[in-house]
């Protein structure tokens, strides 16, 4: 079992709707990053949390360290959001390694 | 301020040939990492670079696999012989520092091995 799960591991959603992705992770963790990858492109950034909540726009990420649960939550989505969402974590022990989530594909239709 | 760079974009060999891929961090960064892809499971941690010195290599599947960072600037990844199970995406990172930092990725590697 993967120390980072993330749901749904798909996503297909109309142009405008509230998007959710939800990540959960097994270990004790110093960080938790939110990152995006478009289609034969390179990986971006989102978010790097370790408590409460950050907003980027259209994009917010929660985390809750006592449930090891974090959320990406896009509002008014739109076609361009359209990509392979990933959660990964920083562990308490395993110094600045990432230790990524499968990805969630996010397909928003016009 | 140019990003994190690789090189190749994408690489096809056959089974048992050589491929090094390179990787040119962002300036100033003296921590380096090389993650991989392989179809249809999650991104895995490689190996990690402070200046040239591995800080930590535990990622590396097998001797098959030579990482370097001489002089502490860009990092070759050496495949050598490549095998089938190989084939992937290699991404490179880099950060400024170890803690609580964000890390950079490069557009990636595609390697197939046929």
């Known amino acids: 079992k993967n120390e980072v799960e993330q749901s749904p591991q798909n996503l297909t959603a109309q142009e405008g709707e509230f998007i959710t992705i939800n990540c959960s992770y097994s270990?004790?963790?110093?960080?938790l990053h939110w990152l995006q990858q478009h289609p034969g492109g390179g990986i971006v950034s989102l978010f790097m949390?370790?408590?409460g909540k950050k907003k980027h726009g259209r994009l917010i990420a929660t985390i809750n360290i006592q449930e090891k649960h974090s959320s990406l939550h896009i509002t008014a989505s739109h076609p361009r959001d359209s990509a392979v969402y990933i959660c990964?974590?920083?562990?308490?022990?395993?110094?600045?390694?990432?230790?990524f989530g499968e990805g969630t594909q996010l397909t928003v239709n016009p | 301020e140019a990003g994190v760079t690789q090189f190749p974009s994408h690489s096809v060999i056959e089974k048992g040939q050589t491929v090094t891929l390179r990787c040119d961090p962002i300036?100033?960064?003296?921590?380096l990492y090389w993650y991989r892809r392989v179809m249809g499971k999650e991104i895995k941690f490689l190996l990690h670079?402070?200046?040239?010195?591995?800080?930590?290599e535990s990622g590396m599947p097998n001797n098959r696999f030579l990482a370097e960072r001489t002089g502490g600037t860009y990092s070759t990844l050496k495949v050598q012989p490549a095998e089938l199970e190989d084939s992937g995406v290699y991404f490179c990172?880099?950060?400024?520092?170890?803690?609580?930092?964000?890390?950079?990725f490069g557009p990636g590697t595609r390697l197939t091995v046929l």
């Open positions: 949390l370790s408590s």
């Open positions: 270990v004790g963790i110093s960080a």
């Open positions: 990964a974590v920083r562990s308490e022990t395993s110094g600045s390694r990432l230790t």
């Open positions: 990172a880099s950060s400024q520092d170890i803690g609580g930092v964000e890390q950079f």
């Open positions: 670079f402070v200046k040239e010195s591995k800080q930590d």
């Open positions: 300036s100033g960064h003296d921590n």
